[in-house]
């Protein structure tokens, strides 16, 4: 294999949108610019960018999109983009972002003498399609290793590649220094409007909150907000909900909420709910397959509920409305055990990995 220079790093991503994935990525990048020689972001896609990159970093996308060539043009003008790219850059190692497009991206590097390393980021078990579900353990096993987010995504991938370098690495969680201002009486959400995030749910949870000085806010969009929003409109607490869309920065919002609700069924991490958590927030989570459990210690940092057990969520909800010594000390709680996710350990792990495999 060709020489190359072992402090340059590539990430992959498909966009730099208001999304988990491309937090963590971003985050990635700025922290690895401060410890390697160059750092090259290569976005799949044109589009606006959510988040902010610092200014050393090599940003490379592509100069056409899917709706001027079609779906089968851009894949292909994509995949020979890519070729020429690793025959210029030629980084020590690469890291690719996205079962959707993983194998894309190792396929392309094929005799290019890159080492790639990917990762999923979705819930373990998610299925992408039936050719996707049936190629990617298959051309996973190119890749020079792969980053699982949790023990139980590292077990499912290992039984289905075979592979034998898989490093658990959960996400950074940015260390939010919690406010000086007192909590006010705010339930918050965030994430994306989407079917498995259940934020209509929330909003019946709330309409059994009797106290009436609370507010549910809820932060993020997606295909399902305009959808949320007329539920929220037709609901007897309507006065009580608020919808502020995606919000940059994010923190202010942790550090003032009362209780941080989080109803998604289907996690790889749960971004939101550690940033709240690291901002001393009160937690209560559905126990869904992987990432809140890896998360909250029940009842001491936080409470699980078992997935769509909408009764004892309720119960949950409830009782942190009306405790606030407890809201208190579970908040103390999880901010503690996020100080085990702090950003440069996290990266830091990412790339001693890289270097190292």
Known sequence: MQSTPVKTITLISPS????????VISLLANWLINEVDQVHLILLTQGPRFYDLDSRI???EPDFNIEELGRLKFTLKSFFWLRSLWKKLQSGAALSFGGKYNAFVLLSAIGKGQRVFVSDRSRPSISYGRVLDKLNPLVYRRAAGIVAQTERAKNLMQKAT?????????NPVPQITP?????QKVILNAGRFIASKH????????EQIEDPDWTLRFLGDGPKWEEVKAKAARSPKKEQIEFLGNVNPISPYYQEAGIFAFTSSSEGFPNALGEAMSAACPVISFDCEAGPADLIENEISGYLVDLMNHKDYIAKLKLLVSDASKRESLGAAAREQMQSFELSKICKNYLNF???S
Do not use: C, T, W
């Open 162 to 170: 075979g592979h034998k370098n898989i490093k658990v690495i959960p």
């Open 179 to 183: 406010g000086k201002q007192l909590r």
């Open 199 to 206: 934020q209509d749910l929330l909003i019946e949870y709330f």
């Open 58 to 60: 090599q940003v490379h």
């Open 16 to 23: 730099l949108s208001a999304g988990g994935a491309e937090r």
């Open 354 to 356: 890289m270097l190292a």
